[in-house]
Structure formats: structure tokens, C-alpha cells
């Protein structure tokens, strides 16, 4: 993989996958009174700075709100590259860090040899004042592998594995009594994003296709333990669920929901709701899947959205004209007839159901028969594999 892609990959969410090394200076130097932070609480560094005695820096991945990522050779790992999310040097930020470490830890504990999914998190230690987090190093994340495959949709076969992958890891982070709050695309990742360059007859185009479907899902920043604070807002735009909107208050489903949106995503190659106003999110929900419950409506503490129990919205007004346009029924955007693509949207469907309560628990959405072929696959393997084993 090229430079300009390890860039991209990491480009946008440093809330992600990392791990943070010390840049070379005494450890005894006091927090917040360091020569090497900028200004802002960034650590000052250069390529090839040894951390720890331990981390070599290797290359800057990215930057983001809470610190920067770089890649490290780790000297103690036979030269293993790692990520390492170098925190600011600022109270807040330690806390956030803090805090995820909390559910890093917890996700290490209850999945020792990582087989479910998510990002293993290799060490943390505070250096200067800057909180260190290191973790295994990933490939691209499954949106800037579509944007660099200029959006052309996942074949419906790699979705469904990645779209078990997903369940799978989310189950898990709802069986341990967490919620992650913020997936999206960006916050799952390719293990290796290597492709083969193949012919699409209907897009008349070459289009990448990813070898390797493994995944991990990464940022658990804002993911939250069911006993803490459940702020009234939560998620990325585009994959936040109904009752956030309305604070109504959320749970485990909310996560149910954002897969929906992630998989359709995958699918389509582009977004469902491509909004950034409320209202207007409601509006293209009700196009796309019919009028919001009534008792969800009576219950909403944003009652300034509806008039007489019904959405306030002018269809003719300009926002009215874009989401017409921009929004059809969900069955409207079966790209073919085939039974698992029925069965995928049906799916869907279960997954961004309007009522929390009758919205598709992840554990249960893996038993759905869209993931049939993948237990069929497992099947064929062993059945294989003993039949060589006896030969």
C-alpha cells in the first residue's frame, strides 16, 4: 500500500484505531509545561524519533479534535508497525482518553484473541501529559475504499460478510453492556484493503474489488456503558437513529439502526439520509419508510417538528422539492430482483424499524436468513477439510 493511501485511510477520524508513543525527551518533564506541545496541545515530533525507547516513529497518519495518529516501528515487537494516537496535552482530552481506555479495556478482557471483531488495543502510558494509545495497525476504512473506488457499490457477497462481521462486533459490544454511538463507514476497517482490478460490463468500467473482506470495527470514543450518562445527542448525522432526533432517549438499538444505514451504504454507494437538518431528516424517513408512530411523535420533546400530530413539512417548499427527489420508498432502491437481494432488504427493513423496541436486535440479525450462504460456506470448508484429512 502506498503512502498517499496509509494517509487517506487514517485521514478524518483519529478517534479510530491508534497508538501513541512519546516523542524523545525526558519523561520527567512536568504535564502542560512541555517545549515539545504546540500551542494547541499537539506533541511535537519528527520521523524517526524514538519513544519510550521502545517506539520509532515511522510516519504521521493523521490529525484529528483529540490528537494525531502515527505509524510506529515497535523495536520490542521484532519492528511490528503499529498505530499510536498521541492525545493533546489538555485536561478534556486526557478524560475523553481516559475513558476509552475504560472500554478498550473491557473489549480486551472479554475477547483476549480478538475473534470479535473489533480493534485490539496493544498498551496505553502516559507520556508528558499526552495519553498513548497503541493498537494493531489496519488498512483502509470501508468508506475510503469506496470513495477511492469512486463509489461504485460492494458486491452483495462481500457485504454479507462484512455485514456479519459488523453484527457480530456490535452484538458483542451490547452483550458487555455498551452501546458504541458512532458507527459509520469510517469506523470500520479493512485488516488488508490489497485489490484486483476488475471489468464491471454494467458500470462499462474498471472497478477495484477488495480481496480480503475482514474487518475490524474502531473509535470506541464515544461508546458508552449502559450505567453512565446517555447524552441527548449521539451519532454522525447520517446514521442517527429516530429517537435520537426526537430524544426520545436511546439504547443498544440505536447501533441496530446505524448498521442499516451502513449496509445500505455499502450497497448503493451512497449515503441514505444526506441531510444536516433535523426536520428535514424526519421528512426523508417518512419518504422513505412511511409516517413516523404517532407515539413516538406524542412523546418527542421536539414537538416544534410536528403540527396536529403530523410532521410540519411543505412538500412544495425547496426542501420539500429535494427530498422528493432525493428520496423514494426503500424497496425503490433494489438494484435487482434476486432473492438475496430481497432478502438483504428485508433485512434492512428489521434493522431501521421506527420503534426501538421492535427493531432487530443485532444478536438476532444474525440469524437472518440473508447470512444463510455464510453458514452453508462454513459447512462446505469442514465438510473439506475432514474429507482431505481422511484421504
Request: glycine share 6%; aromatic share 10%; hydrophobic share 35%.
Amino acid at each position: 500500500m502506498g503512502k498517499t493511501e496509509l494517509l487517506s485511510l487514517y485521514k478524518g477520524f483519529l478517534d479510530c484505531i491508534c497508538l501513541c508513543l512519546p516523542v524523545s525527551r525526558s519523561s520527567d518533564d512536568p504535564p502542560g509545561n512541555n517545549k515539545r506541545d504546540a500551542e494547541n496541545g499537539h506533541l511535537i515530533y519528527k520521523n524517526g524519533d524514538v519513544l519510550e525507547d521502545r517506539y520509532e516513529i515511522v510516519d504521521t497518519l493523521g490529525e484529528g479534535t483529540f490528537g494525531k495518529v502515527v505509524q510506529c516501528s515497535d523495536h520490542y515487537r521484532a519492528e511490528s508497525q503499529i498505530a499510536l494516537k498521541i492525545i493533546k496535552n489538555l485536561d478534556k482530552y486526557r478524560e475523553a482518553a481516559r475513558l476509552e481506555i475504560d472500554v478498550l479495556e473491557k473489549i480486551r478482557e472479554s475477547d483476549p484473541h480478538s475473534k470479535r471483531h473489533c480493534v485490539q488495543m496493544l498498551g496505553w502510558f502516559n507520556y508528558c501529559g499526552h495519553v498513548c494509545i497503541s493498537f494493531e495497525l489496519l488498512s483502509l476504512s470501508t468508506f475510503d475504499f469506496l470513495k477511492a473506488n469512486c463509489f461504485l457499490p460492494y458486491p452483495v457477497s462481500q457485504i454479507r460478510h462484512m455485514a456479519h462481521q459488523i453484527c457480530h462486533a456490535v452484538s458483542f459490544l451490547h452483550d458487555n453492556n455498551l452501546t458504541h454511538t458512532d458507527l459509520k463507514p469510517e469506523n470500520i476497517l479493512f485488516v488488508n484493503s490489497d485489490y484486483s482490478l476488475m471489468y464491471n460490463a454494467e458500470k462499462k468500467c474498471t472497478e477495484r474489488r477488495v480481496n480480503d473482506t475482514t474487518v475490524r470495527l474502531v473509535d470506541f470514543g464515544s461508546a458508552t456503558f449502559d450505567h453512565e450518562h446517555h447524552s441527548a445527542v449521539i451519532s454522525t448525522r447520517h446514521y442517527r437513529a429516530p429517537e435520537v432526533v426526537l430524544e426520545l432517549g436511546w439504547s443498544h438499538s440505536c447501533d441496530a439502526w446505524s448498521v442499516g444505514c451502513i449496509l445500505f451504504e455499502y450497497y448503493e454507494g451512497f449515503t441514505l439520509y444526506q441531510t444536516h437538518d433535523n426536520k428535514e431528516h424526519l421528512a426523508m424517513m417518512e419518504r422513505i419508510q412511511g409516517a413516523i408512530p404517532p407515539r413516538m411523535i406524542q412523546r418527542s420533546r421536539k414537538q416544534k417538528y410536528f403540527h396536529r400530530g403530523r410532521l410540519d413539512w411543505n412538500e412544495c417548499s425547496k426542501a420539500g422539492r429535494y427530498v422528493k427527489a432525493k428520496c423514494r420508498p426503500l424497496r425503490k432502491y433494489l438494484l435487482s430482483q434476486g432473492t438475496e437481494h430481497h432478502q438483504f432488504f428485508n433485512l434492512l427493513e428489521r434493522m431501521l424499524e421506527y420503534e426501538p423496541s421492535k427493531r432487530i436486535p443485532l444478536s438476532s440479525a444474525l440469524g437472518d436468513p440473508f447470512f444463510l450462504p455464510l453458514s452453508h460456506r462454513g459447512r462446505a470448508r469442514e465438510w473439506r477439510n475432514s474429507w482431505d484429512a481422511s484421504r
